[in-house]
C-alpha cells in the first residue's frame, strides 16, 4: 500500500497522505514522498491546481513520534525532509488547496498553512501541540503562523497549543473556509475545478508577487508588481480574458 496516493483527473491532483491507521503522521517515507510529488507530478502541465488531503479520519497528526525515539533531531535530516515539502509548496506555481478534515496538529498544522488555501470540515481540529513535547514549531509554521493571526495570537497558539475548532480557526484566518462535514468532498471538488479552470499562470505570479511582499518594502513591490503584470500580459490566457471581456461571455482559459 503506496504511503502517498497520487491521482489526476480534470487538471486536479489530488495526493492524498495515506497512513490512515496514524492518522497520517509523517514518516521520512512520507515526507520525501510528498516533497517528489510537488517537485515533479504536479508540476507536469497537465496539472492545474493540487489538493493536499488525509486518508481516514483525519488530516495530519503531525511527525510520527516512535520514528526518532529517543534521538536528537538531525539538522540535515529536517532540512532534507520537511523543509523540502514547504519549499516546494512555494515555488510550485499553482495552487495548492489543503483539504482538512479531523485533526490537523503539529508538522500537519504547519502542512496545512503552508498551502496557498485552506478548506476545512466542520468536524476539523487544529493545535500546535509541539510545546507539549517540549519542542518549537517547525515545518515553516513560525514564518507561516504569525502573518495570518499577528505575533501575539502566533505565540499564544504555540506556547498554549489549545485545541481550535474549525469555527475558531476560522474566525482567526487559519481557514479560508468552513463547509459542513457530509458537504466537504463536493466543496473541495468545487473549488478545485474552478482554479482548474482559471489561469493557472497567473496564479503562479500571484503567489510569486504575495511571497516577495513579505520582505518587500512598497517601492519593491510597485517595481516587482510591474514586472509581473508584463509577464501576464504576455499570456495566452491574458488574451482570451481581453476578448471573452468584450464578447461579454465567459473566458474558457487554457493555463497557457
Do not use: W
Amino acid at each position: 500500500m503506496s504511503i502517498l496516493l497520487s491521482e489526476t483527473h480534470g487538471g486536479i491532483l489530488t495526493l492524498t497522505m495515506n497512513r490512515p491507521e496514524a492518522i497520517n503522521a509523517f514518516t521520512t517515507e512520507m515526507l520525501q514522498a510528498l516533497a517528489k510529488a510537488f517537485h515533479k507530478e504536479a508540476t507536469a502541465p497537465e496539472v492545474r491546481v493540487v489538493v493536499l488531503r488525509g486518508a481516514g479520519r483525519g488530516f495530519c497528526s503531525g511527525q510520527d513520534l516512535r520514528e526518532f525515539a529517543g534521538q536528537t533531531i538531525s539538522y540535515k535530516a529536517h532540512l532534507r525532509n520537511y523543509t523540502a515539502v514547504v519549499e516546494n509548496i512555494a515555488a510550485l506555481e499553482k495552487p495548492v488547496i489543503a483539504a482538512i478534515h479531523g485533526a490537523a496538529a503539529g508538522a500537519g498544522m504547519s502542512l496545512a498553512l503552508a498551502c496557498d488555501l485552506r478548506i476545512a470540515s466542520s468536524d476539523a481540529i487544529f493545535t500546535t501541540g509541539f510545546s507539549k513535547i517540549g519542542l518549537i514549531p517547525d515545518a515553516g509554521m513560525n514564518y507561516h503562523l504569525p502573518r495570518i493571526v499577528g505575533y501575539a495570537k502566533a505565540f499564544e497558539l504555540e506556547a498554549l497549543s489549545p485545541r481550535l475548532s474549525a469555527e475558531q480557526a476560522l474566525a482567526l484566518g487559519l481557514v479560508n473556509r468552513v463547509v459542513p462535514a457530509e458537504q466537504f468532498t463536493e466543496e473541495v471538488g468545487n473549488l478545485a475545478a474552478e482554479l482548474a479552470a482559471g489561469p493557472t499562470k497567473t496564479y503562479g505570479l500571484i503567489k510569486r508577487a504575495l511571497r516577495r511582499s513579505a520582505g518587500a518594502t512598497l517601492e519593491e513591490m510597485l517595481e516587482y508588481e510591474a514586472l509581473l503584470q508584463e509577464v501576464a500580459s504576455r499570456t495566452e490566457d491574458h488574451k482570451e480574458g481581453v476578448q471573452a471581456f468584450y464578447e461579454k461571455r465567459a473566458a474558457k482559459f487554457g493555463g497557457k
